[in-house]
């Protein structure tokens, strides 16, 4: 450190006693401490003692501090080298009266063999602050300056608009001291937390090679598919980070005015999160029009399984970022507390976009907009979609399925800074055209619910399972008995402990048991499913597979008649009318009993735009290996056309959605002028002249305290 910071180190040789020069400073004031009451046990030597160490703690305040300050700015403007990695120590915490934005906690995760339904501290990321969002001051380029997204919408200039372009950098990734490399390791998380690393949580070569291969590029695809803004022509500098932004990883050339490279930065990490969270993410600096700029985000490894809900969990993380937190829609007037369902209180995004797509879904007018989680810790509540108002859209915390659906899109156009595409958005099923009683009527009435697709009142036993809403898989009722009582205006039942998800305001619905997704389940746990794209979940009455009992199996459907057309698994294609009951044609008698056809709309409404396509990640010969400094991995670092990670509208061939590498590419960072070049000198000269304003202060020094 005194080599890196020489200032700071001629301060700590003056102010530190010979031997003690490369001491901290606790210890350089102990040390002075004992020298002092060395001295005659005398009244007048005390007086003196406490004189010289009041006068040494003056001076160490006068002087280290702002010089280590202006030593640090100094370091980490021009040094790139000392600055690739941040320290492992925790953050600073913000003064208390700081105006504070909280982290948001997307998903934490089910305690093993626990009902999430009766524990709401389960289901929240521990309190932890971080200082509000800074703006980023930038400059014009040739001339040409920011047009907010606002003022562009207004002239209807759509050549002003392109989809958004998001960057992220990861070189938290390459230092193993930032990441879990073996059970038992000792680290500080991003959020300042001292953490003991488990064996799951190890960030293994392949963990890093899905999170940087697959993950990121196609969570960067979704919005960039369905977001456009106006893009950033102007030059833009990073402010100085603080606590959790200031944990990461940021390339210095981020803090030099330069034109932009993307409309978005994100930092990501993979560390083990103290809380148990899955993941969480903040926005760390915005532009002077409120639009987000740059934020960070933490992947827990032992998330990282490659699955499509991961993916869909980074999509939700940069949807953070991108401003779905309840301190964005309040700066746009979109918050509205209503009172809702049972007389309850709470927030909702009501602005003309989230109203009409919230009418058109449930097929009623008497809405006022999109529901937010009234339920959880800071970073859950108003920052995420209410459950029980939908529960799989990629906004809601704890989706069932993510869908990026109109709800998402409606929320983002609120905020004012993005256009949207609507044509891409994801279908979603939960009360879909049900009418205003789901919108606005419990979810049960005297333990009976008029919506059965949705919700569900059977106590799960084992072969009881059932399809969930959206038809995508086969799981069981989500309905517990919990450890104690249900709060009054949740009791739905004769049973006061008996409910669902607490996020879900206790309304029990079908989840989707792992590995029994229609698409991408394991067949071995799907007695009698077709596994494969566009399969979808029928509920069978007396049905039989192999003698085996089947209450609900994945079937191939043909959507390209007014009729639906079914196929078994190893039987023939045959029509399936809208909830009627149909005997399985198959060959050799392998069925038996009868299936319950589905509704035309909820087995065939997706789309093809911005979908959403996992390929699975090739093998590597250490794949299995923790992820360290001397092993040298191989990606990727311009995607190409096919790559899952390109973004359309891009500027170049050559612009990259991931940044994994320890330096930025070259092409990606624009040439320092001149003008750059010589603010060295500029930039150390305020610690040379802080220290030399300080010669009188520590002359004093001498002649009291030698």
């Not at 450890?483 to 879900?504: H, K, M, V, W």
């Amino acid at each position: 450190m005194l080599q890196e910071a020489p200032c700071l180190a001629a301060l700590l040789h003056i102010l530190c006693p010979a031997t003690e020069r490369i001491c901290p400073l606790t210890h350089c004031l102990t040390s002075s401490a004992s020298h002092a009451h060395k001295v005659k046990n005398s009244m007048t030597t005390m007086h003196l003692s406490f004189y010289r160490l009041a006068l040494l703690y003056a001076t160490v305040v006068h002087v280290l501090f702002p010089t280590r300050n202006c030593v640090a700015k100094a370091v980490r403007t021009h040094q790139v080298t000392l600055s690739a990695f941040p320290s492992t120590s925790a953050p600073e915490k913000p003064s208390p009266h700081a105006k504070l934005s909280i982290p948001t906690a997307a998903h934490t995760p089910r305690p093993n063999g626990e009902s999430v339904a009766c524990a709401s501290d389960r289901i929240s990321l521990a309190r932890r602050s971080v200082p509000a969002v800074l703006v980023v001051p930038h400059t014009a380029a040739n001339g040409t300056g920011f047009i907010g997204a606002q003022e562009a919408g207004g002239q209807g200039d759509a050549e002003e608009w392109r989809p958004i372009q998001i960057r992220a950098f990861t070189r938290d990734l390459n230092d193993p001291q930032r990441f879990c490399t073996a059970a038992g390791d000792r680290r500080v998380s991003f959020l300042g937390d001292d953490v003991v690393c488990d064996a799951s949580s190890v960030l293994t070569v392949r963990k890093k090679r899905f999170l940087l291969e697959r993950a990121l590029p196609l969570g960067i695809k979704m919005h960039s598919d369905r977001l456009a803004v106006h893009p950033v022509d102007v030059n833009v500098a990073l402010p100085e980070l603080e606590s959790t932004c200031a944990a990461f990883s940021v390339p210095p050339e981020h803090f030099v005015s330069n034109p932009a490279v993307a409309d978005m930065y994100v930092y990501v990490g993979a560390m083990q999160d103290a809380s148990g969270a899955l993941a969480w993410a903040t926005t760390c600096a915005v532009l002077n029009d409120g639009r987000p700029f740059a934020g960070v985000t933490n992947i827990s490894p032992w998330h990282l399984k490659e699955t499509e809900e991961v993916v869909r969990t980074v999509t939700h993380e940069l949807g953070h970022i991108l401003g779905f937190m309840s301190n964005y829609f309040r700066n746009v007037d979109a918050l509205k507390k209503v009172t809702t369902r049972g007389g309850m209180h709470r927030y909702v995004v009501d602005t003309e976009h989230t109203r009409r797509v919230t009418s058109e879904h449930f097929n009623c007018t008497n809405v006022y907009g999109i529901e937010l989680e009234n339920i959880g810790g800071d970073g859950v509540v108003d920052s995420h979609i209410d459950r029980r108002f939908v529960a799989d859209d990629l906004m809601t915390q704890r989706s069932i399925g993510g869908r990026y659906t109109v709800f998402s899109l409606a929320s983002f156009e609120s905020l004012g800074f993005y256009r949207v595409n609507y044509s891409c958005a994801e279908p979603s099923l939960w009360g879909l055209h049900s009418g205003c009683g789901f919108f606005h009527n419990e979810c049960f009435v005297n333990g009976t619910t008029a919506y059965p697709d949705v919700f569900c009142s059977r106590v799960p036993v084992q072969g009881d399972e059932s399809c969930t809403h959206d038809r995508l898989g086969i799981g069981y009722c989500n309905l517990f008995e919990c450890t104690q009582d249900i709060p009054e205006r949740y009791r739905y039942f004769d049973n006061p402990r008996l409910g669902g998800e607490i996020l879900a305001d206790y309304c029990p619905s079908v989840g989707l048991s792992e590995n029994r997704s229609c698409e991408h389940g394991n067949s071995e746990e799907m007695h009698g499913s077709f596994i494969g794209k566009g399969s979808r979940c029928v509920r069978g009455s007396d049905l039989r597979y192999k003698e085996g009992a089947v209450a609900a199996a994945c079937v191939e459907m043909d959507c390209t008649d007014r009729i639906l057309r079914v196929r078994v698994l190893g039987g023939e294609w045959q029509e399936c009318p809208e909830g009627k009951s149909v005997q399985p044609k198959s060959n050799g008698g392998l069925w038996s009993g009868s299936i319950i056809c589905p509704r035309h709309a909820d087995v065939c409404a997706r789309t093809e735009c911005g979908a959403l396509v996992l390929e699975p990640l090739p093998p590597q010969e250490n794949d299995m290996e923790p992820v360290s400094a001397e092993i040298e991995e191989t990606h990727p670092d311009v995607p190409n056309e096919s790559s899952a990670g390109t973004v359309e509208g891009a500027e170049s061939e050559k612009s990259e959605e991931v940044v994994h590498d320890d330096v930025i590419p070259e092409d990606a960072v624009p040439e320092k002028s001149a003008e750059d070049s010589g603010t060295t000198e500029s930039t150390w000269a305020p610690c040379l002249r802080h220290l030399y304003s300080a010669v009188p202060v520590l002359f004093n020094v001498f002649v009291v305290y030698l």
